[in-house]
């Protein structure tokens, strides 16, 4: 993934550096300074990186660059998995929150447990996802359904 892709996602709240350090298998602090030593600079009240570097702007600069060999391939696999997951998602332009949650999935609690059995290929999808976040990918897809057949607001 390009810097300008990494820093969109991050400013548009599409991407955490929690969630990028994870992806790169490193510290918040060693993604925030590999990104402050490409020449960005955060800024809290607009919550936009800002260049202040040299020219050109390292904006087509791939970020897996920027790791070691072990830590690219993880990525690589990583982002491969994400790809994946929403390739398998609706065709649309429009990300949903089950779009969302394939590729940035995110904790929720209040949760009371029941099993139930379900078919291989549907199976195949949720597998997708980390183990932590596929009872967050039922409830979305569940969700999703019900709102769209007025049981649910």
């Known amino acids: 993934m390009l810097v300008k892709e990494i820093l969109n996602k991050i400013m548009l709240k ?16 060693t993604i925030q300074s590999k990104i402050k030593k490409l020449g960005y600079e955060w800024n809290s009240k607009k919550s936009i990186y800002n260049y202040v570097g040299e ?19 993880l990525a690589e696999q990583k982002q491969t998995n994400s790809e994946v997951a929403a390739s398998a998602s609706t065709s649309t332009s429009k990300a949903d929150a089950i779009d969302i949650l394939l590729q940035n999935p995110k904790n929720r609690s ?16 949720i597998d997708r996802v980390p183990k932590s976040y596929k009872s ?17 607001d």
């Open 14 to 29: 599409e991407m955490t550096i929690k969630e990028l350090a994870a992806l790169y298998n490193v510290s918040d602090r």
């Open 110 to 125: 209040k949760r009371v447990y029941r099993g139930f059995y379900f078919d291989e290929d549907v199976l195949g999808i």
């Open 136 to 152: 967050e990918l039922v409830n979305e897809a569940l969700r999703k359904i019900f709102k769209e057949k007025g049981l649910l």
């Open 55 to 73: 020219d050109p702007e390292p904006v087509d600069v791939d970020f897996n660059t920027l790791f070691g060999q072990t830590s690219k391939m």
